[in-house]
């Protein structure tokens, strides 16, 4: 599995804005040879890296600034969220209704990944239910996606909004996201 450039440029300036001066060196450092190549040779929005660089800078991430149980992953997706989304489509989304921007964030999945997809499989009240299938699911990607998705949802004017997980890393049959909200 591959994943967009915008995917990992987001986890750098994540870096940059949160970890002061010397954290990105500090960061660039602690990755493996091969993703530091990744790096220094400049990562381009529209091309494809390996699934697992984007892994690794998550786990540097969250063992640099977080306290290294991946949770801070959660807040990578959030931030990826506002950092990918032109100022166009963050006025957009504040205009769209809830599941109409859920849906679509589903349908684009194919924009930062080239492998697994994203389904919406049940609409309710203020709920939604997605369902995600990669290859092979990593707990830093499961996490990711989660603060993606509670973050486009805030985007789109949902109050009070909360995720139920379900992931097949820890034993569920499927890795799927339960949203729910309140109205605007």
Same mark, same amino acid.
């Given at each position: 599995?591959?994943?967009?450039?915008?995917?990992?440029?987001?986890?750098?300036?994540?870096?940059? !804005?949160?970890?002061?001066?010397?954290?990105?060196? =500090?960061?660039?450092? =602690?990755?493996?040879?091969?993703?530091?190549?990744?790096? $220094?040779?400049?990562?381009?929005?529209?091309? &494809?890296?390996?699934?697992?660089?984007?892994?690794?800078?998550?786990?540097?991430?969250?063992?640099?600034?977080?306290?290294? $149980?991946? !949770?801070?992953?959660?807040?990578?997706?959030?931030?990826?969220? $506002?950092?990918?989304?032109?100022?166009?489509?963050?006025?957009?989304?504040?205009?769209?209704?809830?599941?109409?921007?859920?849906?679509?964030?589903?349908?684009?999945?194919?924009?930062?990944?080239?492998?697994?997809?994203?389904?919406?499989?049940? !609409?309710?009240?203020?709920?939604?239910?997605?369902?995600?299938?990669?290859?092979?699911?990593?707990?830093?990607?499961?996490?990711?996606?989660?603060? &993606?998705?509670?973050?486009?949802?805030?985007?789109?004017?949902?109050?009070?909004?909360?995720?139920?997980?379900?992931?097949?890393?820890?034993? $569920?049959?499927?890795?799927?996201?339960?949203?729910? &909200?309140?109205?605007?």
């Amino acid at each position: 599995m591959n994943v967009k450039g915008t995917v990992l440029k987001a986890r750098l300036r994540y870096v940059e !804005e949160r970890g002061g001066g010397t954290a990105g060196l =500090a960061f660039r450092e =602690a990755l493996s040879a091969h993703t530091r190549q990744l790096i $220094d040779e400049r990562i381009r929005p529209n091309s &494809w890296y390996p699934f697992g660089a984007f892994v690794e800078m998550c786990e540097v991430i969250d063992r640099q600034l977080g306290k290294g $149980d991946l !949770e801070l992953c959660h807040e990578l997706g959030r931030h990826a969220c $506002d950092a990918n989304l032109p100022t166009l489509y963050k006025i957009f989304f504040r205009m769209a209704d809830v599941m109409y921007v859920i849906r679509r964030a589903a349908a684009a999945w194919r924009v930062s990944y080239d492998e697994g997809s994203m389904t919406v499989l049940g !609409e309710g009240d203020h709920l939604v239910t997605m369902r995600m299938e990669v290859p092979t699911p990593h707990r830093a990607h499961c996490l990711s996606v989660r603060g &993606w998705i509670v973050r486009a949802g805030e985007l789109s004017g949902a109050k009070g909004v909360e995720i139920e997980e379900r992931c097949r890393l820890r034993g $569920d049959p499927h890795c799927e996201f339960t949203l729910r &909200w309140r109205d605007k």
